[in-house]
């Protein structure tokens, strides 16, 4: 089945540590995405990419990183200078701004 | 950058009747407008798009008009029932950026 596959579903983080959420999709997709979802705010851009070894920072893209090392993957790090890292974050990809394609999502919440 | 406004934030309608969400853009280089349905703990799911070249589309039950000139586009379903109770979300896309709105929860009440 072609998809894109988030992992984990839940994610637990300490003050001052970095965690990094994975992304992978096998729809032979150039673009992906990383976005944050707070309640009330809908879904704000952090960072996308529109072909490997390339991405771009979306609107809130302090306090994180990601790479694009291959077409399929696209990991997200949440650094320790992110202030609030609680929310749902969703990847998604897409043929270059198209039909986007949403993972099920990551929940992180720092304790 | 494009702004995407979306209302209402809440709507609740009777089965059978019809819902509309609005939505508005300020960038007019926009060509798609995607809606999207998120249920709870999922990830969002395209229901039905629309390029700026169409003014109206229509899939079943649920149908998108585009005004380009006023720049705003509307989610329209008709027969509601209770598995479209979701949250909803439009979208504007450019070829350097797509932005969401910020939802409309909708609930249908049997």
């Known amino acids: 089945d072609g998809g894109i596959t988030q992992s984990p579903k839940y994610l637990f983080r300490k003050e001052g540590q970095n965690v990094t959420l994975s992304c992978e999709q096998n729809l032979n997709h150039d673009a992906m995405y990383w976005y944050r979802q707070d309640p009330g705010q809908g879904l704000r851009l952090i960072y996308y990419?529109?072909?490997?070894?390339?991405?771009q920072k979306g609107d809130i893209a302090e306090g994180y990183s990601v790479s694009r090392e291959k077409k399929e993957s696209f990991p997200l790090t949440v650094t320790s200078a992110q202030k609030n890292p609680t929310a749902f974050y969703l990847c998604?990809?897409?043929?270059?701004?198209?039909?986007?394609?949403f993972g099920q999502g990551t929940r992180l919440t720092v304790v | 950058g494009e702004n995407v406004e979306q209302h209402p934030s809440t709507l609740s309608v009777q089965e059978g009747d019809s819902a509309v969400i609005k939505c508005t853009y300020s960038d007019s280089a926009s060509n798609y407008f995607p809606w999207y349905k998120q249920e709870l703990g999922k990830g969002p799911q395209l229901i039905i798009d629309i390029r700026s070249n169409v003014g109206e589309k229509k899939d079943q039950r649920i149908a998108v008009t585009l005004n380009k000139t006023a720049k705003h586009f509307s989610l329209h379903i008709t027969e509601t029932q209770p598995e479209d109770s979701a949250v909803y979300f439009c979208?504007?896309?450019?070829?350097?950026?797509?932005?969401f709105g910020t939802g409309t929860s909708l609930t249908v009440i049997p």
């Open positions: 979208a504007a896309g450019t070829p350097n950026q797509f932005y």
């Open positions: 990419s529109q072909i490997v070894n390339d991405f």
């Open positions: 998604a990809s897409s043929i270059r701004w198209t039909e986007a394609f």
